[in-house]
T-cell receptor, first 114, second 113 residues
Framework: GQNIDQPTEMTATEGAIVQINCTYQ??????LFWYQQHAGEAPTFLSY????GLEEKGRFSSFLSRSKGYSYLLLKELQMKDSASYLC???????????????FGKGTKLSVIP | KAGVTQTPRYLIKTRGQQVTLSCSPI?????VSWYQQTPGQGLQFLFE???????NKGNFPGRFSGRQFSNSRSEMNVSTLELGDSALYLC????????????FGDGTRLSIL
């Protein structure tokens, strides 16, 4: 199975930068996804990392270190609308079934305050 | 391009009943996955279907089952409902390819009385 850990809650100030960490333990690693979920809404895709390093997409960046089983999501120039839960999800290969499975962390609830 | 559509959006049932939830994936997506989301456990994987075959299954009891049709639409069934089955059930579809993300529907909120 997999073990994915993220902080439960974080609070940050509008205009600031926040880093949300995710650690995982898995075999057959095949990529890591970050999703954003506003209360009462569906998760929406933010970023994907499969190789080590930083992926930048506007105000959002995601980093991966496969050797450390570690990723982070960096949000810059925080806006009030960024208040949401951020879900880390690890995709790994089930060699027995010959298919991939996506396992989610429990999510980090980010509150952006004025 | 229409997104993932789930019906119904809300459902109230009583213990012991059964329920069927429906999911229509994004056109062209052949993989459909189902998740249960609760405040305490987060998003938990139920199963994945691809080309009408169950390709993967999570750790849920046999009361939870699903199927996929030739047009990739999927249904999930829960029999002998229990209070603990109250949750948001999310369906996600994706196209093939390692980097392809799953796209989620708005979910069905199931309440068991």
């Amino acid at each position: 199975g997999q073990n994915i850990d993220q902080p439960t809650e974080m609070t940050a100030t509008e205009g600031a930068i926040v880093q949300i960490n995710c650690t995982y333990q898995t075999s057959g690693f095949n990529g890591l996804f970050w999703y954003q979920q506003h209360a009462g809404e569906a998760p929406t895709f933010l970023s994907y990392n499969v190789l080590d390093g930083l992926e930048e997409k506007g105000r959002f960046s995601s980093f991966l270190s496969r050797s450390k089983g570690y990723s982070y999501l960096l949000l810059k120039e925080l806006q009030m609308k960024d208040s949401a839960s951020y879900l880390c999800a690890v995709r790994d290969l089930d060699s027995g079934a010959g298919s991939y499975q996506l396992t989610f962390g429990k999510g980090t609830k980010l509150s952006v305050i004025p | 391009k229409a997104g993932v559509t789930q019906t119904p959006r809300y459902l109230i049932k009583t213990r012991g009943q059964q329920v069927t939830l429906s999911c229509s994936p994004i056109s062209g997506h052949r993989s459909v996955s189902w998740y249960q989301q609760t405040p305490g456990q987060g998003l938990q994987f139920l199963f994945e279907y691809f080309s009408e075959t169950q390709r993967n299954k999570g750790n849920f009891p046999g009361r939870f089952s699903g199927r996929q049709f030739s047009n990739s639409r999927s249904e999930m069934n829960v029999s002998t409902l229990e209070l603990g089955d109250s949750a948001l059930y999310l369906c996600a579809s994706s196209s093939e390819g390692g980097s392809q993300p799953q796209h989620f529907g708005d979910g069905t909120r199931l309440s068991i009385l």
